[in-house]
């Protein structure tokens, strides 16, 4: 039972345009959203995070989005990079690392 | 500051043979934990620990051991590998409402 999905396996975008990765969860107890990215042959990377109490935060090219109501989160990538091509992790829990659960991933290409 | 460190990268077992993956953190973190990634399942929680001492099961614990004998160091042991098994394993550590670091991985193969 997966509890947070990201139904796209792949998503490839031109140098300079904007990355969209989107994220479902199921599970409303929930209240802190993670973004993880990952290189090959190397461990995931904290990108950026939002509690329930937001609906947006923004971290230089970076903004996450929550829609509770929707059970839904999106990370924007503006403008995308060559060097943003990786493995995004979305990562959802409800207070503590031991119950976090993890999306499937999604590799995102920009290409030059 | 080396962070997260796992060994081996690499590893070929026999089903049926044990071994022990390493974890070492240098950050002073109380918590780690042991991961999982398999295609299409993202990362599942084996183990974790709260604190040198204390142990508990996450998702997916059957097969694997776990001890925190101190706070820097917390092994994952497979008492007898199954093909199963076969994952890419990654140990994690954070401290006081911090997002997880992660080692690079250890690529496990059981034939």
């Known amino acids: 039972d997966q509890q947070v999905k990201q139904n796209s396996p792949s998503l490839s975008v031109q140098e300079g345009r904007i990355s969209i990765l989107n994220c479902d969860y199921t599970n409303s107890m929930f209240d802190y959203f993670l973004w993880y990215k990952k290189y090959p042959a190397e461990g995931p990377t904290f990108l950026i995070s939002i509690s329930s109490i937001k609906d947006k935060n923004e971290d230089g090219r970076f903004t996450v989005f929550l829609n509770k109501s929707a059970k839904h989160l999106s990370l924007h990538i503006v403008p995308s990079q060559p060097g943003d091509s990786a493995v995004y992790f979305c990562?959802?829990?409800?207070?503590?690392?031991?119950?976090?659960?993890f999306g499937a991933g999604t590799r995102l290409t920009v290409k030059p | 500051n080396a962070g997260v460190t796992q060994t081996p990268k690499f590893q070929v077992l026999k089903t049926g043979q044990s071994m022990t993956l390493q974890c070492a953190q240098d950050m002073n973190h109380e918590y780690m934990s042991w991961y999982r990634q398999d295609p299409g399942m993202g990362l599942r929680l084996i183990h974790y620990?709260?604190?040198?001492?204390?142990?508990d099961q996450g998702e997916v614990p059957n097969g694997y051991n776990v001890s925190r004998s101190t706070t820097e160091d917390f092994p994952l042991r497979l008492l007898s590998a199954a093909p199963s098994q076969t994952s890419v394993y990654f140990c994690a550590s954070s401290g006081i409402n911090s997002p997880l670091h992660f080692g690079n991985g250890t690529r496990l193969t059981v034939t």
């Open positions: 990562a959802a829990s409800a207070g503590n690392n031991n119950d976090m659960r």
């Open positions: 620990s709260v604190g040198a001492g204390i142990t």
